[in-house]
C-alpha cells in the first residue's frame, strides 16, 4: 500500500474536518455521560481539537474534551459532560469544512470602531452537492426551479454515454447533451462529465461490439477526439473508463495498455479536466472482491505504472442497507492516497420504502460530508419524462418533497451558513465561523457603510478581513 501511495500522491491538501457526532434527546440517556472517539487531521503536523456539546434551546455550548491530534495516525480524543439544564436537545460537534473569521473595522484615522454593525450573507457554497439529471428538465420550469434551488453541480445521466451520442457509426447527435449544458452552465451548475466509455459491454453501442483491431481502435479514438474536443473546458471531470474493476470490454480486445491509452488521449484533449476511474460496490459492500478498496488501489497501481497520471476517485454508491462504519473505512484507507473522492452516484434501493430509503440516504450523505477526503456528492435522482427514477426519487411528479428530498434540504440547512449578525466588540473586531464559499459583508456604522465580497477557502489559519471606514473628504 505505502509504495503504490507513493507514487499517485499529489501535493498534500489541507483540510478542515466538521462532523456531527452525537445527537442527544431527552430521555435517550443520563444526563451526565461521557463521550470518547478516535480523531485524526488532515493538515498540520499537529494540533489541538476540541469537541464541545452546544444546547440548542440557548445556543450555549462547553468544551467536554481536547485532544493533540496527529495527521499521521488516530487519536483517541475522551471527554465528559454533565446537562445542567433543561435541554431536550443537545448536539456533540467538531466543526467542519469551516474556518474561523476575524472582521477588524477602522476609521478614516486607522482607530478602531467599536460597535460598528457586521452583517455576513453566504453567496456560494463551496463544496460541491449535485444530482444526476436527464433530458426531462429540459423546458420543464418547475423541475429548472427546485433542482437550482438545491444544488451546484449535476451530472448527465446519460445523455453523454457513447450509445447516446453516437446511436450509429458516424451519425452523432449531441444535440439533448448540449441543451442539458446550456441549462447547467445558465444556472453556474458545475458538472461532471460521465462518462467516456463504458467497460460494461452490455452499454457499448452495438456497432462498437462488432468492431475489432484497427477498427476499434480508429473508433474510440475518434469518440475521445469528438466527445472531449467539443466539450473542452465545459467539465470539470470526466469518467474515462466506468466500471472497469468489473468489465474489460476494450482492454479485452485492445490490450491491457487500452486503459492507459484512453486516460493519455483524454488529458491531452482537455488538460484542465480531472479525470476519474468510477465504479460500484466500493463502498456499498464488502464481499465484492473486484472492488475491494485494495483492488481499487492495485488498478490504480498497474496504470500509473503505465504512465497514467491518477486524479480522482469516483465512488458510485448504489446502497442497500448501509454499513458507515465499512464506508469511513474505506474512505480512510482511499483517503491516504491524497487523490480527491466524490461520491458519484449516491442513491439507495427501491426494495425500501420511501421513508426507509430517506433515513439510510441520510446516513450516507452526513458521513460523506464529515469525511476529510471527500470533495464532492452527487446523487443518483434524475427524475425521467414519466416521473419514475432509477431507483429513489426526491420528489413526486409534481416536484413535492419525498422524505428523502426533506433530506437533502435539512442537510442543505445545516451546511451552509446563511447569515451573521453581529457587531464589533471593545478591539473592533468580529469574531465568527462559516462554511467555505464565497460571502457578502456589510458594516455599518453612524451613517457609514461598506459592503464587499469575501472568499473562504480551505485552511487552517483564520481569515483575516480588514475594513476601513471614512467619511467624505
Keep these: 500500500m505505502e ?27 443520563a444526563r451526565r455521560a461521557s463521550s470518547d472517539g478516535w480523531v485524526k487531521i488532515d493538515g498540520p503536523e499537529s494540533a489541538h481539537v476540541k469537541a464541545k456539546i452546544l444546547t440548542l434551546e440557548n445556543a450555549v455550548s462547553q468544551c467536554i474534551g481536547t485532544a493533540l491530534v496527529r495527521n499521521d495516525c488516530w487519536s483517541f480524543l475522551k471527554g465528559g ?29 486607522g482607530s478602531r470602531v467599536v460597535g460598528a454593525k457586521v452583517a455576513v450573507h453566504q453567496i456560494t457554497r463551496d463544496f460541491p452537492f449535485g444530482s444526476a439529471i436527464s433530458k426531462s428538465i429540459i423546458g420543464n420550469k418547475p423541475y429548472q426551479e427546485w433542482f437550482n434551488k438545491r444544488f451546484n453541480a449535476a451530472v448527465f445521466e446519460n445523455e453523454l454515454k457513447w450509445y447516446a451520442t453516437e446511436p450509429s457509426p458516424g451519425k452523432e447527435d449531441y444535440t439533448v447533451a448540449d441543451r442539458l449544458l446550456q441549462f447547467v452552465q445558465s444556472n453556474d451548475v458545475m458538472a461532471r462529465g460521465h462518462n467516456i466509455f463504458w467497460e460494461d459491454p452490455k452499454y457499448t453501442p452495438a456497432w462498437v461490439k462488432n468492431l475489432t483491431g484497427s477498427q476499434l481502435r480508429a473508433a474510440v479514438a475518434g469518440r475521445i477526439e469528438s466527445l472531449l474536443s467539443r466539450y473542452k473546458g465545459d467539465f470539470v471531470h470526466w469518467d474515462v473508463s466506468n466500471e472497469m474493476l468489473h468489465f474489460d470490454f476494450y482492454e479485452n480486445r485492445l490490450g491491457g495498455n487500452a486503459t492507459a491509452e484512453f486516460f493519455d488521449k483524454a488529458k491531452r484533449a482537455d488538460p484542465l479536466a480531472t479525470l476519474f476511474l468510477n465504479d460500484f460496490n466500493v463502498v456499498e459492500v464488502c464481499d465484492d472482491l473486484s472492488s475491494s478498496a485494495d483492488s481499487y488501489v492495485s488498478r490504480l497501481q498497474q496504470l500509473a505504472d503505465g504512465g497514467v497520471t491518477f486524479e480522482g476517485i469516483g465512488l458510485e454508491g448504489h446502497f442497500g442497507k448501509p454499513n458507515i462504519p465499512y464506508v469511513r473505512a474505506v474512505l480512510d484507507k482511499l483517503g491516504t492516497l491524497r487523490l480527491p473522492i466524490w461520491l458519484t452516484e ?9 421513508k426507509t430509503q430517506a433515513v439510510y440516504m441520510e446516513e450516507v450523505l452526513r458521513e460523506g460530508f464529515a469525511h476529510p477526503s471527500v ?18 426519487c426526491l420528489t413526486d411528479a ?16 445545516e451546511w451552509q451558513t446563511r447569515e451573521v449578525l453581529g457587531g464589533t466588540n471593545d478591539r473592533g473586531s468580529f469574531n465568527f465561523s462559516a462554511f467555505l ?3 457578502k459583508l456589510t458594516v455599518t456604522y453612524q ?13 487552517d489559519d483564520t481569515k483575516h478581513i480588514n475594513v476601513r471606514l471614512s467619511g467624505p473628504a
Design 3 to 29: 509504495a503504490a501511495a507513493a507514487s499517485l500522491l499529489p501535493p498534500a491538501r489541507k483540510v478542515l474536518i466538521l462532523c456531527v457526532l452525537l445527537l442527544i434527546t431527552a430521555g435517550s440517556l
Design 81 to 109: 459532560f454533565a446537562l445542567n439544564s433543561s435541554s431536550h436537545t443537545s448536539v456533540l460537534y467538531f466543526q467542519i469544512r469551516k474556518r474561523f473569521v476575524n472582521v477588524h473595522v477602522s476609521d478614516g484615522n
Design 346 to 354: 449516491i442513491d439507495i434501493s427501491s426494495s425500501f420504502d420511501q
Design 375 to 392: 470533495d464532492g456528492i452527487m446523487l443518483w435522482t434524475a427524475m425521467g419524462v414519466n416521473g419514475s427514477c432509477y431507483q429513489m
Design 398 to 413: 409534481n416536484f413535492t418533497n419525498l422524505p428523502a428530498g426533506d433530506v437533502v434540504d435539512r442537510l442543505l440547512g
Design 437 to 439: 464559499g464565497e460571502y
Design 447 to 459: 451613517n457609514l457603510t461598506v459592503e464587499g465580497t469575501f472568499s473562504l477557502a480551505r485552511s
